[in-house]
């Protein structure tokens, strides 16, 4: 007799597929060879739902712990906490979690998430219009503002490309894993490819989770054709975008931006390399997380985005998904707790009236507001702007101390696993 497929799990309404999805508890199915055939594949075997003993465990054991006079509220690093758990540790290497836990990758996150922020703020925008644009004649005010969102979001996409392709070059703490940091200086081709497909997954995920886990297909075919191009989006191919929520050739000229061409299938760039190495952008703009060369409301508000602690984003009025907000709102899977259960733990004294408090006080931002777009300034201008003293894009330190603790958590994790199966 057959197990069904539907008994260890919970169903959920699929927003990007319009449909019921059901959630396994049960990490999918890859075979042994999988991992070996290329992009083609699943990365990593991971759970879609936690049971509350599971939930439980992971609050006791592995969840980021807060001293009472820090603000605890929702990470970066909590959100990779909950990825790395859900993942088949059969799937996980050492070095892997050494990896995704370097200053590099943490710049490199916040840079999708900010970016991403302001992709489905005008993806959503997009699919609102589509029906009255069908309808109107296109006037010249309408070009414009397709014009500023275009430009808008190649900007942020600039500073994805810089992230990135620090980490492709091995810049700084990078270079432990670049895939010619080798004694005989020879690339490991195989094991750098394993290592970009699991962080191209990871990345994916990231995303999703702080975005209120919507739009898990079109956050996927965006970052695959970031890293990968259209030639080689393996996400696209598989259909997982309704018909209804595909963009068209006009929608996409305003949300990948002019920079993005087709080339020939051995000389196409990925779009995230033709963003920083085709067009010019604003010197503040691309010393974002090296100095502080804010020059404008506009500089600013994006050095704020990309480099502030999470904790001040909620009062700079940064929207970041949940980034900043207080964590007693969520569960220990990071999705959001309805209000009237969280009134009805205060009732029943589940939670502390501080933090009742922290609730009712936190205001969150409803949009990523992103200033207009000033004059481009040249280097000399910026540089005559530069005062060392006001950096303010140094990591804190409760930043840095967390991101050591939680990665030995989880190389703990992994090395107890190896012994148990042992």
Not at 132 to 157: K, Y
Not at 215 to 242: C, H, P, Q, T
Not at 299 to 314: H, I, K, T
Not at 333 to 351: A, D
Request: proline fraction near 3%; include cysteine.
């Amino acid at each position: 007799m057959e197990r069904s497929q539907f008994k260890c799990g919970v169903w959920s309404w699929d927003d990007d597929m319009d449909e019921l999805i059901f959630n396994s508890k049960e990490p999918s199915q890859v075979s042994d060879t999988s991992l070996d055939r290329g992009a083609d594949s699943e990365v990593f075997r991971m759970r879609e739902t936690l049971d509350s003993l599971e939930q439980a465990q992971y609050r006791k054991l592995y969840q980021r712990r807060v001293k009472i006079q820090d603000p605890e509220v929702v990470t970066l690093q909590d959100v990779k906490d909950i990825i790395i758990y859900l993942i088949n540790p059969k799937d996980l290497s050492p070095e892997f979690i050494q990896f995704v836990h370097t200053p590099s990758i943490d710049r490199f996150f916040r840079a999708l998430i900010v970016y991403f922020q302001f992709f489905i703020e005008t993806y959503e925008n997009v699919l609102e219009r589509r029906e009255l644009a069908a309808r109107s004649l296109r006037n010249a005010n309408v070009e414009r503002n397709e014009a500023i969102i275009s430009e808008n979001m190649a900007d942020l996409r600039s500073v994805v490309s810089k992230e990135f392709s620090a980490i492709l070059m091995g810049s700084m703490e990078s270079m432990q894993f670049h895939h010619m940091n080798t004694k005989n200086n020879t690339s490991l081709t195989g094991k750098d490819r394993r290592q970009y497909e699991c962080l191209i997954n990871f990345s994916s995920r990231v995303v999703w989770i702080t975005h209120w886990r919507k739009y898990l297909a079109n956050i996927e075919v965006e970052i695959n054709r970031l890293i990968r191009s259209d030639y080689f989006n393996i996400v696209e191919r598989k259909g997982r975008i309704s018909q209804a929520n595909q963009l068209s050739s006009e929608e996409k000229k305003i949300i990948f931006g002019e920079n993005w061409y087709h080339e020939k299938k051995l000389k196409q760039k990925s779009p995230i390399v033709q963003e920083i190495l085709t067009c010019d952008h604003d010197v503040p703009l691309m010393t974002i997380n090296v100095y502080n060369l804010s020059t404008d409301e506009r500089s600013e508000f994006l050095s704020a985005a990309f480099s502030f602690p999470e904790e001040d984003l909620a009062h700079n009025g940064i929207a970041l998904g949940c980034l900043g907000w207080p964590r007693v709102k969520f569960d220990a899977m990071l999705k959001l707790i309805p209000r009237n259960v969280i009134t009805s733990m205060s009732n029943l004294n589940m939670i502390s009236a501080s933090e009742a408090n922290t609730i009712n006080l936190f205001v969150p931002p409803e949009t990523f507001d992103l200033p207009a777009k000033a004059a481009v300034i040249s280097l000399k201008e910026a540089a005559s702007n530069y005062n060392r003293k006001e950096d303010v894009n140094a990591e804190t330190l409760q930043c840095k101390t967390d991101r050591v603790k939680q990665k030995n958590i989880w190389l703990r994790y992994l090395k107890n696993i190896e012994l148990e199966l042992d």
